[in-house]
Antibody, heavy 121, light 107 residues
């Protein structure tokens, strides 16, 4: 079973870029698809986007203009960049392995512990 | 986007009770539905995938059913460690939307 660990600044100023990293152990990052999900405090889960094992990406339409997901294969890491953040972007951010199939999009069997990001000046 | 609606939003139950949580999709998603459990301060964990398949390591008191637009998660005999929030997720198409969650509380 893979292990995932998010890291990055816990505080980001409004209008700046949120940058997070997810370190993957117990498996190769090139062997699976990976996702970022966020959860505002006390609220539900929101999908941000994913990157496939072939390197293609897809983002939630509401965030598409501001988000970039990429992988660093040399470090076995996944990254998330979200530009021009506002208070609405404050949330716990999770990385997760996406288990996909030919006939269905997929589910998330492995998650990181999550990292809380606050947006404030 | 496919909207996922869970009911109830919360349920109070006792240890040993049978608990049923519903999830409805705004359009048909075949059997491509997953259920997750989330405890306070922790990441969600996958319980059920493909509507009724039990994820490895998950106790057999958890079961899922349904297809099309209506799905159910059942806990056959509630245990103390099952008090948590449960989310459904449609796994049929992008974006993979989640339900709003059902909190299972101690009665």
């Amino acid at each position: 079973q893979v292990q995932l660990q998010e890291s990055g600044p816990g505080l980001v100023k409004p209008s700046e870029t949120l940058s997070l990293t997810c370190s993957v152990s117990g498996g190769s990052i090139t062997s699976d698809s990976w996702s970022w999900i966020r959860q505002p405090p006390g609220k539900g889960l929101d999908w941000i986007g994913y990157i496939s094992d072939s390197g293609s990406t897809k983002y939630d339409p509401s965030l598409k203009s501001r988000v970039t997901i990429s992988v660093d294969t040399s470090k076995n890491q996944l990254s998330l960049k979200l530009k021009s953040v506002t208070a609405a972007d404050a949330a716990v951010y999770y990385c997760a392995r996406l288990r996909t199939g030919l006939l269905w999009f997929g589910e998330l069997p492995d998650w990181g512990q999550g990292t809380l990001v606050t947006v404030s000046s | 986007d496919i909207q996922m609606t869970q009911s109830p939003s919360s349920v109070s139950a006792s240890v040993g009770d049978r608990v049923t949580i519903s999830c409805r999709a705004s359009q048909g998603i075949s059997s491509w539905l997953a259920w997750y459990q989330q405890k306070p301060g922790k990441a969600p964990t996958l319980l059920i995938y493909a509507a009724s398949s039990l994820q490895s390591g998950v106790p057999s008191r958890f079961s899922g059913s349904g297809s099309g637009t209506d799905f159910t998660l059942t806990i056959s005999s509630l245990q103390p460690e099952d008090f948590a929030t449960y989310f459904c997720q449609q796994a049929n198409s992008f974006p993979p939307t989640f339900g709003g969650g059902t909190k299972v509380e101690i009665k």
